[in-house]
């Protein structure tokens, strides 16, 4: 399973747009990115998932490069209510290996 | 669609007692769950897969005598801590993975269960 690289913690103000870039070197062919986002005591919450180039739905964008060994979640305009732990994973129908995820602290 | 419904949210027990966590897939099969602990200000860490109508699969340093996982049917998995100490206080968490396709392969988690040992 392929390890991924994610900041520890971001601060933002409300209103900003927030960039998470994830590092998974190792992707393999077959493996997706996935995102979730998880509030304390509360499971983990999917966010986007996607391949290659570039996945947008109704809360978040995800950018991935041609190689694969990066991604990064974009979330446009983000309020007090975004303050949570980002997971950066990849899998393949395997399991879920989490890393140390990215905690985002959002301001007024 | 796709829920995931774990149970109970919470519980407090004493010390030698066992407590059974349990996850239920309302609106789709689960032939396989993953149970995850997580304690505070850590990642989640997997535990365990059960799969419906066979033994578990436990991950490295696990108990499996300790964390007793069955899945006796498509729709519900559980969570058995045995011998319950304060050290196995923490946040426990199911996933259930959805399979529509690996283009839309995802995974459906609980909403944790809280479990202090007194």
């Known amino acids: 399973l392929a390890k991924t690289t994610q900041p520890i913690s971001m601060d933002s103000y409300e209103g900003q747009e927030v960039n998470i870039t994830c590092s998974h070197n190792?992707?393999?062919?077959?493996?997706?990115i996935t995102w979730y986002q998880q509030f304390p005591s509360q499971g983990p919450r999917f966010i986007i998932q996607?391949?290659?180039t570039k996945v947008t739905n109704e809360v978040a964008s995800l950018f991935i490069p041609a190689d694969r060994k990066s991604s990064t979640l974009s979330l446009p305009r983000v309020s007090l209510s975004d303050t949570a732990v980002y997971y950066c994973?990849?899998?393949?129908?395997?399991?879920?290996?989490f890393g140390t995820g990215t905690r985002l602290q959002v301001f007024p | 669609g796709a829920v995931v419904s774990q149970h109970p949210s919470w519980v407090i027990c004493k010390s030698g007692t066992s407590v059974k966590i349990e996850c239920r897939s309302l609106?789709?099969?689960?032939?396989?769950m993953f149970w995850y602990r997580q304690f505070p200000k850590q990642s989640l860490m997997l535990m365990a897969t059960?799969?419906?109508?066979?033994?578990?699969?436990?991950e490295q340093g696990v108990e499996k005598d300790k964390f007793l996982i069955n899945h006796a049917s498509l729709t519900l998995s559980t969570l058995t801590v045995t011998s319950a100490h304060p050290e196995d206080s923490s946040f426990y968490i199911c996933?259930?993975?959805?399979?529509?396709?690996?283009?839309?392969?995802?995974?459906?988690f609980g909403s944790g269960t809280r479990l202090t040992v007194v």
């Open positions: 190792n992707i393999a062919t077959n493996d997706y």
């Open positions: 996933s259930a993975p959805r399979d529509r396709g690996l283009d839309n392969y995802g995974y459906t």
């Open positions: 609106d789709f099969q689960a032939t396989t």
């Open positions: 996607g391949y290659k």
């Open positions: 059960s799969n419906e109508g066979s033994k578990a699969t436990y």
């Open positions: 994973l990849v899998f393949n129908t395997d399991k879920l290996i």
